[in-house]
């Protein structure tokens, strides 16, 4: 049972305007969120992470939103530059489960020039 | 800055070998993470590590074990290598969670090594 998704697999969007990367979760228990990047033949790298007690927090470019009654996170990414183009996965920690983080599935994204 | 090292890179083995996928941090972390990297099914976690000499089983732990004789040190061995375990392993490590009451001030971020792309043929 995947308990965090990423529904779109790929994105596309052209350099300068908004990329919008969604993700649900279904665990009522999950209190903290994190974004990370992927390039290939990398390992992730951390961007950008949120409490459950907040709605939304930035860094630059990068913004996530939080909706807990919808179990919805997303983060946008705005101007979008060409070296956005990556993997992103959503991830998210349980109060019980220390340090152990649930991934999604990841979504493609890709910057046009 | 933290880094965390995966002994190889890229690995090819044969059906039935044992492989060791070794992991190295340097930020005296007390948590260490085994996942699996596979197109569509994101990162899966296989084995991960509190302590020295403990582990726990992850969501996908069959057909693999873990060994954590050191802090720092975290192997993750295949007993014997199927075409189904062909796939980008990831290392991570963590601090230890801090006490419930701080728990929103802390992040929970995890440190990846730059994976291990293990090819069973």
């Known amino acids: 049972d995947q308990q965090v998704k990423q529904n779109s697999p790929s994105l596309s969007v052209q350099e300068g305007r908004i990329s919008i990367l969604n993700c649900d979760y279904t665990?009522?228990?999950?209190?903290?969120f994190l974004w990370y990047k992927k390039y290939p033949a990398e390992g992730p790298t951390f961007l950008i992470s949120?409490?459950?007690?907040?709605d939304k927090n930035e860094d630059g470019r990068f913004t996530v939103f939080l909706n807990k009654s919808a179990k919805h996170l997303s983060l946008h990414i705005v101007p979008s530059q060409p070296g956005d183009s990556a993997v992103y996965f959503c991830?998210?920690?349980?109060?019980?489960?220390?340090?152990?983080?649930?991934f999604g599935t990841g979504t493609q994204l890709k910057v046009e020039l | 800055d933290v880094k965390v090292t995966q002994s190889s890179r890229y690995l090819v083995k044969r059906t039935g070998e044992k492989v060791f996928l070794e992991c190295v941090q340097d930020?005296?972390?007390?948590?260490m993470f085994w996942y699996r990297q596979d197109p569509g099914l994101g990162l899966r976690l296989i084995y991960f590590?509190?302590?020295?000499?403990?582990?726990e089983k992850g969501d996908i732990p069959e057909g693999y074990s873990v060994s954590r004789e050191k802090k720092e040190r975290f192997s993750l061995i295949l007993e014997s290598a199927s075409t189904n375990q062909t796939s980008m392993y990831l290392c991570?490590?963590?601090?230890?969670?801090?006490?419930?009451?701080?728990?929103?001030?802390?992040?929970?971020?995890?440190?990846f090594g730059p994976g291990t792309r293990l090819t069973v043929t």
């Open positions: 665990n009522s228990m999950f209190d903290y």
């Open positions: 991570a490590s963590s601090p230890f969670p801090i006490p419930l009451l701080k728990r929103q001030l802390i992040s929970y971020e995890q440190y």
């Open positions: 590590s509190y302590d020295v000499k403990m582990k």
């Open positions: 930020m005296d972390h007390e948590n």
């Open positions: 949120i409490s459950s007690i907040k």
């Open positions: 991830a998210a920690s349980d109060r019980g489960g220390g340090n152990k983080l649930t």
